[in-house]
Structures are given as structure tokens and as C-alpha cells.
């Protein structure tokens, strides 16, 4: 079962900022679209961005106008760029892919494994 490999985490400065990437092979052909979302320890996972498969593109208020999620067609990556980081984002960052329609085929409602991103003061 193919899932979404997440890499781009790291630990940064506050101000700073970070690329995470999401790549799904098949992503394109398969009309899936993705979702960001990150978690804080057993907090609830936030929904942070998604672009669907007809580049339509949303964001939570939390993030919106720093954070801008974009998508190679070539490569099957989705990218979340992460601008004027805080240490309140801090966590866990997952992408999953989404579908437009029901019900979606097992590539397109798939989570990947997460990666931590750590913003210091």
C-alpha cells in the first residue's frame, strides 16, 4: 500500500522558515488531492491546508498568510512553505491525501508517517 512519505522537518529558529514536502507516487493520475495537519503531543490534530485535485486551496485561519501549500504534478509532492515560524508551531506535521467524491480509492484517504518540526525562541 502506497502512503504519503513526509520529509522537510527540522529544527529551526524562530523568524525562520521551512519546506515540508509530501510525495505520493500516483498522487496526479489518481485525481487525489492533500491535507496538512500537525499535532502537539495528545492534542487534538489541527487541519492546517488542503489542495484538491482541482486546485482548489484552503487554509485554516491559524496559518493563513504565512504557511502556502503548493503541488508538483511532475514529481507527485505536495509542498507546505512555512514562513515567520513560532515555537507555538511546533509539532508534528502529517499530510494526507483527500478525494473529491465517495468513495475514495485507498491511495487517496491515506495518512503518512509525520514529520517534527521544533521552533526554538
Known amino acids: 500500500e502506497v502512503q504519503p512519505v513526509e520529509s522537510g522537518g527540522g529544527s529551526v529558529q524562530a523568524g525562520t522558515s521551512l519546506r515540508l514536502s509530501c510525495t505520493v507516487p500516483?498522487?496526479?493520475?489518481?485525481?487525489?488531492?492533500a491535507a496538512w495537519f500537525r499535532q502537539v503531543g495528545g492534542k487534538e490534530r489541527e487541519w492546517l491546508s488542503s489542495?484538491?485535485?482541482?486546485?482548489?486551496?484552503t487554509y485554516a485561519r491559524s496559518v493563513e498568510g504565512r504557511f502556502t501549500i503548493s503541488k508538483d504534478k511532475v514529481t507527485d509532492t505536495v509542498f507546505l512553505q512555512m514562513n515567520n515560524l513560532t515555537p507555538e508551531d511546533t509539532a508534528i506535521y502529517s499530510c494526507?491525501?483527500?478525494?473529491?467524491?465517495?468513495?475514495?480509492?485507498?491511495?487517496?484517504?491515506?495518512w503518512g508517517q509525520g514529520t517534527q518540526v521544533t521552533v526554538s525562541s
Open positions: 494526507k491525501t483527500t478525494f473529491i467524491g465517495w468513495p475514495p480509492p485507498p491511495l487517496c484517504d491515506s
Open positions: 489542495l484538491s485535485a482541482d486546485d482548489t486551496i
Open positions: 500516483g498522487l496526479t493520475s489518481n485525481r487525489c488531492g
